[in-house]
T-cell receptor, first 113, second 114 residues
Framework: KNQVEQSPQSLIILEGKNCTLQ??????????LRWYKQDTGRGPVSLTI?????NTKSNGRYTATLDADTKQSSLHITASQLSDSASYIC????????????FGDGTTLTVKP | SQTIHQWPATLVQPVGSPLSLECTVE??????LYWYRQAAGRGLQLLFY??????ISSEVPQNLSASRPQDRQFILSSKKLLLSDSGFYLC?????????????FGPGTRLTVL
């Protein structure tokens, strides 16, 4: 069964600090892995997308890594801001015609001043 | 540019009443369309997806149905709502059949069944 597990479930950090979120998956065959940011009560917004051959991708203060051998990914947030408070969702897709994906439950990040 | 709309934004309905949520996409043709439900504090659960007009695939057995009467219109319905249908409903779209099948999400509809 395809699964995506994220850790930690929730995280509280101080503004300006760095943090790293983890994602482990068992989805096969692997197509791509995406990280989304979801603000409370809003739809998810894509941060990064990586294919099998990519092991790192940056988007401003967000840097995602992918180890396709160990089936692990991480999302590193640098110099956190209050606006980074959100749920971060890891999504892994297989090679299907409709791009069906398996979603993790997300990590809830709270950045405090 | 492409945009996706969902309405209503919030909805409170009694148990046993019907439901109709609408999603429309602008700025793209022949998109793949998706309906997801998100329970509080949980991940997204795929309910339905569609690769074309009139083509609907259901992922989980449930009290809901979906229809795609037009290329860029996706409707989620129920004849009789259950308490367990409460949640945050998200519509999403993607294009193509390639590797970068990134999905773009709408703003969501918060449904409360009382």
């Amino acid at each position: 069964k395809n699964q995506v597990e994220q850790s930690p479930q929730s995280l509280i950090i101080l503004e300006g600090k760095n943090c790293t979120l983890q994602c482990n998956y068992t989805v096969s065959p692997f197509s791509n892995l995406r990280w989304y940011k979801q603000d409370t009560g809003r739809g998810p917004v894509s941060l990064t997308i990586m294919t099998f051959s990519e092991n790192t991708k940056s988007n401003g203060r967000y840097t995602a890594t992918l180890d396709a051998d160990t089936k692990q990914s991480s999302l590193h947030i640098t110099a956190s801001q209050l606006s980074d408070s959100a749920s971060y969702i890891c999504v892994v897709s297989t090679f299907t015609n409709a791009g069906k994906s398996t979603f993790g439950d997300g990590t809830t990040l709270t950045v405090k001043p | 540019s492409q945009t996706i709309h969902q309405w209503p934004a919030t909805l409170v309905q009694p148990v046993g009443s019907p439901l109709s949520l609408e999603c429309t996409v602008e700025g793209t043709s022949n998109p793949n369309l998706y309906w997801y439900r998100q329970a509080a504090g949980r991940g997204l659960q795929l309910l339905f997806y569609s690769v074309g007009i009139g083509q609907i695939s259901s992922e989980v057995p449930q009290n809901l149905s979906a229809s795609r009467p037009q290329d860029r219109q996706f409707i989620l319905s129920s004849k009789k709502l259950l308490l367990s249908d409460s949640g945050f409903y998200l519509c999403a779209w993607s294009v193509g059949r390639g590797v970068y099948n990134e999905q773009f999400f709408g703003p969501g509809t918060r449904l409360t069944v009382l």
